[in-house]
């Protein structure tokens, strides 16, 4: 059985006229930029933020215009987390059935942003708390300035910091003693110290902060895009398998990776004493 590669070439939408009614969304250069854009409140999520959130990194699977991805906040904050009166208010109204399909719906956000094949870079200023924490969590990159403040708070409010997968991934950034301390006590993570922990690539200071991240992600755009979705995939997926399994796995990505034009490109440039020019195939 066949199947005709126009077929296959259908899946792929271009983003670049995406109108995002929640948030502001661009793409310029194959770089798709996230502003979190409710300034007056420090850009807390709403019920409808959250859902459109995770339908655009779930798009991004089937983008052929997008390679990276830029998320930050606009007015010198990250985000506040879920906003107090329009999500957290209606929470208290509501039966185990409904919130259960709210805390997995802002699961989903998390899941869409690990399984999109693009890196995401976080610009982190200000306040970054609850949801925005996890949502700078779940970025491949993050770059910070010495006065944000991170906190996964949700102990804060009477809840676990088992939070859209906190338990999972911030051990693995920070370590689980680390991690363990912020969980259990929601206090703030300050600039130098989220450095210091690995929390943060990188400290910027609050003026450059999003042009520095901007400028990281036109590095990786100028990659081998093909490649660097299979690291972010392997990066993910290797939690789960022991030594032997992900050297099998590594092995098989690998291959596939060197059938890529992008191989051919890089040795050819080396060979004429250039620099490669990646197209992401």
Known sequence: MSTDPSLLAGNRRPQADYRAEHFLWSVQDGIGTITLNRPERKNPLTFDSYAELRD????????????????HGAGGNFCSGGDVHEIIGPLIQLKAPELLMFTRMTGDLVKAMRHCPQPIVAAIDGVCAGAGAIIAMASD????????????????????????????????????????????????????????????????????????????????????TFANGITKSMLHHEWAMDVDQAIEAEAQAQALCMLTEDFGR????????????????
């Open 56 to 71: 655009l990194f779930q798009r991004l699977k089937h983008a052929d215009d997008v390679k990276v991805v830029l998320v």
């Open 141 to 224: 990159l993050r770059y910070g300035t010495s006065r944000s403040k991170v906190a996964f708070l949700f102990n804060r409010v009477g809840l676990a910091g088992c939070d859209m997968g906190a338990c999972n991934m911030l051990p693995r950034i920070v370590g689980q003693g680390r991690a363990s301390e912020l969980l259990y006590t929601g206090r703030a993570l300050g600039g130098d110290e989220a450095a210091l922990w690995g929390f943060y690539n990188r400290l910027c200071t609050p003026e450059a902060v999003v042009d520095e991240a901007r400028a990281l992600a036109q590095e990786l755009r100028a990659g081998p």
């Open 266 to 281: 890089a040795y050819r440039a080396f060979a004429a004493k250039s620099k490669p020019v990646f197209e992401g195939n």
